[in-house]
């Protein structure tokens, strides 16, 4: 064979390898084009290098030479295109292996937490009633988790077991009158914190966490979220109060939710009552609530015969899982995806 038609074909070879290389879109194509060209059976080159055998034995020598330099470019060009199939190689993204027709990934976008949900709804739709939101510490100190309250010192509420104190008053070392520090048990703290510093009339719902050393069960968690309001003016009544939670449960539920009071007992209202609401035919306890007690108001400086008013505290974990009809508060904090992305 003539050396030029060896050589032309062996160009050609070339080039056609190139193209094929660059066109194959996945791993699997660029496999079959490798077969096809470097096979060592039945590839192109292969054949090529027959074709050595018969160029004039004085056209060797250079015919060789050239068939390497084209190998090695084949090599290199397949090399280039399975770099850019990895990944890191730095073909275009355009041109025909760029399919725009094809549908996209969509990232996996999260969201707030049921109960962050049920939070911001729940200061929507007071706040429409007039009640602003306010925050008060988680780390509390005696005088606003219980004596303020109402709750003296020998009351069965400030049990340490019932209790996460964080220091005594004798632990901190300090005088008589200092007080030991606690995480919070109620957010009625928020109540002596604001009526402290804000002089009649108040209207506040104030939402965060409490926590109690009970044992985790369906209805209880150690941690869990309050919502408390506290409405404080002149001639505020018990009606005000079971006006206030009927429209709130009316509108945060939107179905024909019945609420309904039972006689209770809290040191920091008079009278006191516990709030039930109709769950799948049953009554399911909400929280407490009452007209504040006078003793709270002398705490805090209010005058008890100019004002009156009451507060109420829910919970917040029952109202999401009756609002969602989840029967087990726990599954909120496993943080399970299937569970939360469900809300
Ligand atoms: N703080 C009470 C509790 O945690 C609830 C409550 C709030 C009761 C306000 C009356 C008034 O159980």
Known sequence: MALAQFL????????????VFTAASDIEALEAA?????????????????????????????????????KQQIEADLQEAQARLAGNGSAPVDGPRFDPTVPGEAPRLGHLHPITQTIEELKDLMGRLGFTAVEGPEVEDEWHNFEALNIPLEHPARNPLDNFYLATAQRLGGAADEKGLLLRSQTSTVQIRVMETTPPPVRIISLGRVYRPDDADATHYPMFHQIEGLLVDRGITMADLKSVLRLFAKSFFQDDVHIRFRPSFFPFTEPSVEVDMSWQGRWIEMGGAGMVDPNVFRAVGYDPEEFTGFAFGLGIERVCARRHNVTDIREFYKNDVRFLQQF
């Open 34 to 70: 490798r077969i096809q060209f470097l096979g060592m059976k039945a590839g192109l080159l292969k054949a090529a290098q027959k074709g050595l055998g018969l160029v004039d034995k004085a056209d060797k020598p250079s015919a060789g030479q050239r068939f390497n330099q084209v």
């Open 8 to 19: 032309c074909e062996l160009d050609q070879l070339g080039r056609e390898a190139q193209a």
